[in-house]
């Protein structure tokens, strides 16, 4: 297995100076009230082989029956099954005809209730052979159940009373929720949310493992990656564990430099989606009581002819973590015979270009003394996934440690879905 690696060189202070840098005593110090080996419930996820059996079977029998698997879910119960399947599948994977996609279902993740989106695809998609994922850990989740009673419907009218059940796949807590006790009146087949895992940390579960396994996925690969940088983050030398010391940065860097803005930026469309999983992740983990930084999404090269300019000559309230791939799928070269100005892109690839942006951007940032980290994938693999979902959750964890607050609740959260339920039912 290929490891990522982080260089937080870009960081400390002997490179951006001791104004906006810091010290490697700093990192270790910050560190102190953390409990070595760190463990929290969301790491043993990857001990669970009976339940990937599980996943497994069922996957095969949805890949053999059905061309179209629609996810209904949101937040948590979504993000981070798209930020897989992006990084996993073939580009386009939805417009590939059945034999480019293994045989396959498409995927369709509906993690938002905007009826011209959402009714636009249930009234063109074939039902007959398309199954249904319904995802909500509480079972009262409003737009996921809104969807899922429009779905319900539309498969008694196409199919039939009986027939209807074999095409939905409820995961939800084990016994608690409405949408719990309707799976159990109906008989609906599925599978269990954890209830000591929380819908932002679940990518690895149920959540997501059952979906991804249906459109190809290797998901223990995926599991193998995550309990490989598992073991990795259970070292009680800081500077030696990516997730303690990249938490003690971001801590540091808020609370001592007051860099409150934490920009994701992946130069890598098949990473692009990961930028949105961080960005809920760090936002719902951390902002609490007045405080917590600010999830940025960006995208390279593209956010170079856009927010770079804010990120070089703006407010330096930031901290940039830059995420390259050393190595893409594809190799696509630039002919030769091109015109004089453009003289040093002829016969190059288009990963070393888009490589150069990558570190260029990473050396302007350091020169103008902003703080940039930066992460490396060696290749995309489930593996690569699995590794990077785990370290960021337990540097989210772990962070929740450092700024001394729950990592695990979202009052805020909570009121708005209880205010949106008194405003329907008025």
């Known amino acids: 297995m290929k490891p990522i690696s982080i260089d937080l060189a870009g960081v400390m202070a002997e490179k951006i100076g001791p104004e906006h840098g810091l010290t490697e005593a700093e990192i270790v110090k910050a560190a102190e009230t953390i409990k070595f080996p760190v463990d929290y419930p969301f790491m043993h996820l990857v001990d669970d082989g009976k339940l990937v ?15 179209n698997m629609v996810v209904l ?39 938002n209730i905007d009826p011209d989106h959402f009714g636009e695809l249930v009234h063109m998609l074939g039902w007959k052979e398309t199954c249904i994922n319904v995802i909500s850990k509480s079972g009262k989740t409003t737009e996921t159940m809104a969807q899922f009673y429009i779905v319900r419907d539309l498969l008694l009218k196409k199919l039939s009373a009986k027939l209807w059940r074999e095409h939905v796949f ?56 995550a309990a490989a940088m598992n073991e990795l983050c259970r070292n009680k030398d800081v500077l030696s564990n990516p997730a303690v010391a990249n938490a003690a940065v971001h801590y540091l860097m808020d609370v001592k430099k007051n860099k409150r803005v934490s920009v994701m930026m992946p ?11 961080y960005a809920q992740l760090w936002a719902e983990s951390l902002g609490k009581g007045g405080g917590g930084p600010t999830p940025v999404k960006a995208v390279g090269a593209t956010d170079q002819h856009s927010q770079l300019q804010l990120y070089m000559e703006g407010p330096n309230d930031k901290v940039v973590t830059i995420m390259g791939v050393d190595k893409f799928r594809t190799q696509l070269t630039v002919p030769k015979n091109v015109q004089d100005d453009f003289r040093y892109i002829g016969g190059k690839d288009l990963g070393a270009i888009l490589k150069a942006e990558e570190t260029a951007t990473t050396q302007a940032l350091v020169k103008s003394g902003r703080p940039v980290i930066r992460v490396t994938v060696p290749e995309i693999s489930a593996e690569a996934m699995g590794q990077l979902f785990m370290m960021y959750q337990i540097q ?27 405003i329907l039912s008025s």
């Open 53 to 67: 059996t599980q996943i497994n079977h069922t996957a095969e029998q949805v890949r053999c029956r059905f061309q």
């Open 73 to 111: 879910g949101i937040g948590g119960s979504a993000l981070g099954l798209k930020c897989l399947v992006q990084a996993c599948l073939k580009p386009y994977y939805n417009l590939l005809e059945s034999k480019s996609r293994g045989g396959d279902p498409r995927l369709f993740v509906c993690d």
């Open 267 to 277: 130069y890598s469309d098949s990473l692009a989606l990961f930028s949105d999983w």
């Open 170 to 225: 409820v995961t939800t807590d084990e016994k608690d929720g409405p949408l719990r006790a309707l799976a159990a009146q109906e008989k609906l087949q599925g599978f269990v949310v954890p209830k000591d895992v929380g819908g932002r940390f679940s990518v690895l579960s149920s959540v997501g493992l059952f979906p991804a396994a249906c459109v190809g996925v290797n998901i223990k690969e995926l599991l193998s990656g």
């Open 396 to 422: 989210t964890a772990i962070a929740g440690t450092m700024y001394k607050i729950n990592p695990f609740d979202q009052p805020g959260v909570e009121m708005g879905k209880k205010l949106t339920r008194e």
